[in-house]
């Protein structure tokens, strides 16, 4: 929970107040001018006040503005330890992510991502928290703090899942003790595994299954039912991810919250995010900054500026040299290095610091 304690006004502010309500003191009862009823004497007495008043509204207004700029610090900073951006580069993979807040002139949301390199493969998560805004970021932050222990603790993504299911059921249960309704409080998740091999291992908890962009080609990952939200039902006792693939060299994989499909234009039709990714690749292969600049500028034409839910997206694109990695329907008789110029054994990762 971020607090903001409030600060009792000081002496400089209560100065101008101050002075703008003894001028108008001092000349209602001090000024001869203001004792006469005539015209000319209301006239510069109605002048007086207005200027007063005036003065008065200007000095709340500036005050209040400063209040609203210390208010956003507060909330830059709090996203910045709570949402880290991603690093660029990632064991070999290119990463890019962007969030856009629902509340207008707010810079946080409901929405959560984050890439980890570890020994196990590159792990990622997004997800999507019921609601939006600051009321929302607790749990964000919840979440993503047992995901990046978690992460690098358990070896399969199961137990993952499982960390982040009780790191969510502890948070509720403390925001019920603090009287705060959380009867429908629940999280769409999504979490990956990109293995050193280019292998795509998942486990998807309500959340929308990401694109695949291969050359000009965008399909999704994969089309296997997915699991509950995570805070609506327990977890089955078995956890198995789900095997989707391999990600190839110069492919990429976009992750998104359901508030880039579910986003509508003035007539009520949805955003068409596969239309879009195929109109940002279909002349020359692009970056994953360019990709998210192609999305988010189609996303507030298509909403007019006015998105009605936070969204998120993340793209990774396998930068790793090309090896042996064939594409389905190749053969490899040679089976060289998996990546060009590298041997075999992979050295281990370098430290880097719902479905409508």
Not at 156 to 175: F, I, M
């Given at each position: 929970?971020?607090?903001?304690?409030?600060r009792?006004?000081?002496?400089?502010?209560?100065?101008?107040?101050a002075?703008?309500?003894?001028?108008?003191v001092?000349?209602?009862?001090?000024?001869?001018?203001a004792?006469q009823?005539?015209?000319?004497?209301?006239i510069?007495?109605?002048?007086v006040?207005?200027?007063?008043?005036?003065?008065l509204?200007?000095h709340?207004?500036r005050?209040?503005?400063r209040?609203l700029?210390?208010?956003?610090?507060?909330?830059?900073a709090?996203?910045?330890?709570?949402l880290r951006?991603p690093?660029?580069?990632?064991?070999?993979?290119n990463?890019?992510?962007?969030?856009?807040?629902a509340?207008?002139?707010?810079?946080?949301?409901?929405?959560?991502?984050?890439?980890?390199?570890?020994e196990?493969?590159v792990?990622?998560?997004?997800?999507?928290?019921?609601?939006?805004g600051?009321?929302a970021l607790?749990?964000?932050?919840?979440?993503l703090?047992?995901?990046?222990?978690?992460?690098?603790?358990?070896?399969?993504l199961?137990?993952?899942?499982?960390r982040?299911?009780r790191?969510?059921?502890?948070h509720?249960?403390?925001r019920?003790?603090a009287?705060h309704?959380?009867?429908?409080?629940?999280?769409?998740?999504?979490l990956?595994?990109i293995?050193?091999d280019?292998?795509?291992?998942?486990l998807?908890?309500?959340?929308?299954?990401?694109?695949?962009?291969?050359?000009?080609?965008v399909?999704?990952?994969?089309?296997?039912?997915?699991?509950?939200?995570?805070?609506?039902?327990?977890?089955?006792?078995?956890?198995?991810?789900?095997?989707?693939?391999?990600?190839?060299?110069?492919?990429?994989?976009?992750?998104?919250?359901?508030?880039?499909?579910?986003?509508?234009?003035?007539?009520?039709?949805?955003?068409?995010?596969?239309?879009?990714?195929?109109e940002?690749?279909?002349?020359?292969?692009?970056?994953p900054?360019?990709?998210?600049?192609s999305?988010?500028?189609?996303?507030?034409?298509?909403t007019?500026?006015?998105?009605?839910?936070?969204?998120?997206?993340?793209?990774?694109?396998?930068?790793?040299r090309r090896?042996?990695?064939?594409?389905?329907?190749?053969?490899?008789p040679?089976?060289?290095?998996?990546?060009?110029g590298e041997?075999v054994?992979?050295?281990?990762?370098?430290s880097t610091?719902?479905?409508?």
């Amino acid at each position: 929970m971020i607090r903001m304690k409030a600060r009792a006004p000081t002496a400089r502010g209560a100065v101008l107040p101050a002075v703008w309500g003894g001028v108008a003191v001092g000349y209602r009862f001090g000024c001869p001018l203001a004792q006469q009823d005539g015209l000319g004497a209301r006239i510069v007495t109605s002048a007086v006040f207005l200027a007063v008043g005036t003065g008065l509204i200007v000095h709340v207004r500036r005050t209040l503005l400063r209040e609203l700029r210390q208010a956003r610090r507060v909330a830059r900073a709090a996203q910045s330890v709570v949402l880290r951006p991603p690093p660029p580069r990632l064991d070999g993979l290119n990463v890019a992510a962007a969030q856009l807040s629902a509340d207008r002139g707010a810079c946080v949301g409901g929405d959560l991502y984050e890439a980890v390199a570890t020994e196990h493969g590159v792990r990622v998560v997004m997800g999507d928290v019921r609601g939006h805004g600051l009321a929302a970021l607790g749990t964000v932050a919840a979440v993503l703090g047992s995901f990046r222990e978690a992460a690098h603790d358990e070896p399969e993504l199961g137990r993952v899942l499982r960390r982040l299911d009780r790191a969510l059921a502890r948070h509720l249960r403390e925001r019920a003790r603090a009287g705060h309704p959380v009867a429908e409080e629940f999280v769409t998740l999504l979490l990956l595994e990109i293995g050193r091999d280019g292998d795509v291992r998942a486990l998807n908890c309500g959340h929308p299954w990401p694109y695949r962009i291969s050359g000009t080609s965008v399909e999704q990952l994969t089309r296997v039912d997915p699991l509950p939200p995570l805070g609506l039902f327990p977890l089955p006792t078995e956890l198995e991810s789900h095997a989707c693939g391999r990600l190839f060299p110069d492919d990429s994989l976009v992750l998104f919250t359901d508030g880039a499909e579910d986003a509508r234009d003035a007539r009520g039709r949805f955003f068409s995010l596969p239309t879009v990714l195929r109109e940002a690749v279909r002349d020359h292969p692009v970056s994953p900054q360019s990709v998210l600049r192609s999305v988010f500028r189609a996303l507030l034409h298509h909403t007019a500026g006015r998105p009605t839910d936070d969204i998120a997206l993340l793209v990774l694109r396998n930068d790793r040299r090309r090896g042996t990695l064939p594409r389905p329907g190749t053969t490899d008789p040679a089976k060289p290095p998996l990546f060009e110029g590298e041997p075999v054994a992979w050295p281990g990762p370098q430290s880097t610091g719902r479905s409508r």
